[in-house]
Structures are given as structure tokens and as C-alpha cells.
């Protein structure tokens, strides 16, 4: 079966740096990838959709890659602040599953000041 | 604020019985999938409908059920409710169909339900 794994321990980091969160899969070939951000007892919130032809995509300070030999994503927060501190989920998804999307278990992310 | 809406927004319960949650799509998405986290699931993908028509299945027991209304609403119904059902369920919604040919949609979530069974 699909296996997601994101870091599974949390990502303590000092404002100002660069968080960088990977996600892993296996037993899937995902035409495309999303990122989510989570706040404790809230639902999860879009952040950005790479496709499997894409290499990278930028939004504002954040950055994911997508390497499907690596069966790999990794996203980037430049500039992190203690606002950007939440649970971040990566998700897997092809059109012809009907947009069902797979969830990894999330990295949570401390960025302190 | 997604444009989400979920009721109830907390629900205790006890075991064996029944409860429904309600969702209501952002306006415009013909999509709604209900999700279940919890703890030691992470967030897991239970159906999809789309316009009234059932479009995607997960990981769904067979105690549990869901329709979408003619106003696209959708209810997810829990029955025979036992323990390990405690959890947070969410609703999201999306203007993709959800097959082959058609660019992928962001989904958007509600702020879930926090069902905690007794």
C-alpha cells in the first residue's frame, strides 16, 4: 500500500533561517503533490500543488521540489518566523483516484525567536 | 476562513450510538470529502461525492455513511460508535470533478468536528 513518511520528529529552528521539511513515498506514483499547513484543532490549509512534470515551484518565501526518481518533496521556508510555527502535511494525489488525496503524518515545525 | 462549515463543532457521545455530522461546501464547489484524524491515523481520506454522485471511496467502515443533498450539503452519518471512532473529522470541498483529464483542484477545509466518544 501507498506509504507517506515526513520527518517524524519536530523541526526546532531559529527565526530568520531556512526550514527545509521532506516528504518520502513509496508503492506510489503520484501525478501530483500538495503541501498543507495545520494549526493545532484547526483544518488544514493549502499552501502550494507541484505536478510531476515540475521541478520546483516558488510562492512568496515558501519553495517545494518534486524529484519523482527520488519519490521525493522537499519544502522550503526562507525568512521563518514564530508565525510560520504549525504542522505541516504533505499530500499525494493522481486525477485518475478521483482526487483522493493520501496525507503523510506531518512534521511539526517550531521556529523560535 | 475557508467557507467551509461544519456542524457540530464538538460532539460526546456514547458508545453504540449513532451520530451525523453536517457539511456545507464553500458556494460553488459541486466537491465534498470527509476526512477522519486522529492521533495515531494521521488524516485519512474517507469519501468524496460530487454533485450528489459518490466519486471516491477510502478507507470507509461500513458503520459509516455519507450523502450529499441536492443543495450540496453533505452528512456524514456515524453509527455503532465505538471508541477507537473518537477523532476529528473534517470536511473539505473543491470545484474538481475528481477524474482523469481534469486539473487537479486545491481542496479546502472546514474547521472539522471533534467527535469523542465515551
Known amino acids: 500500500s501507498q506509504k507517506i513518511e515526513q520527518n517524524s520528529e519536530a523541526l526546532n529552528i531559529q527565526e530568520g533561517k531556512t526550514a527545509t521539511l521532506t516528504c518520502n513515498y513509496t508503492?506510489?506514483?503520484?501525478?501530483?503533490l500538495q503541501w498543507y499547513r495545520q494549526d493545532p484543532g484547526r483544518g488544514p490549509v493549502f499552501l502550494l500543488l507541484?505536478?510531476?512534470?515540475?521541478k520546483e515551484k516558488r510562492k512568496e518565501r515558501l519553495k517545494v521540489t518534486f524529484d519523482t526518481t527520488l519519490k521525493q518533496s522537499l519544502f522550503h521556508i526562507t525568512a521563518s518566523q514564530p508565525a510560520d510555527s504549525a504542522t505541516y502535511l504533505c499530500?499525494?494525489?493522481?486525477?485518475?483516484?478521483?482526487?483522493?488525496?493520501?496525507f503523510g503524518a506531518g512534521t511539526i515545525l517550531r521556529v523560535k525567536s | 476562513d475557508s467557507g467551509v462549515t461544519q456542524t457540530p463543532k464538538h460532539l460526546i457521545t456514547a458508545t453504540g450510538q449513532r451520530v451525523t455530522l453536517r457539511c456545507s461546501p464553500r458556494?460553488?464547489?459541486?466537491?465534498v470529502y470527509w476526512y477522519q484524524q486522529s492521533l495515531d491515523q494521521g488524516l485519512q481520506f474517507l469519501i468524496q461525492?460530487?454533485?450528489?454522485?459518490?466519486?471516491a471511496k477510502g478507507n470507509i467502515l461500513e458503520r459509516f455513511s455519507a450523502q450529499q443533498f441536492p443543495d450540496l450539503h453533505s452528512e456524514l452519518n456515524l453509527s455503532s460508535l465505538e471508541l477507537g471512532d473518537s477523532a476529528l473529522y473534517f470536511c473539505?470541498?473543491?470545484?474538481?470533478?475528481?477524474?482523469?483529464?481534469?486539473?487537479?483542484?486545491?481542496?479546502?477545509f472546514g474547521p472539522g468536528t471533534r467527535l469523542t466518544v465515551l
Open positions: 508503492n506510489y506514483s503520484p501525478a501530483y
Open positions: 507541484i505536478r510531476e512534470n515540475e
Open positions: 461525492y460530487y454533485n450528489g454522485e459518490e466519486r
Open positions: 458556494s460553488g464547489d459541486l466537491s
Open positions: 473539505a470541498s473543491s470545484s474538481d470533478p475528481g477524474f482523469s483529464g481534469v486539473t487537479t483542484d486545491t481542496q479546502y
Open positions: 499530500a499525494l494525489g493522481r486525477e485518475e483516484y478521483g482526487n483522493k488525496l493520501v
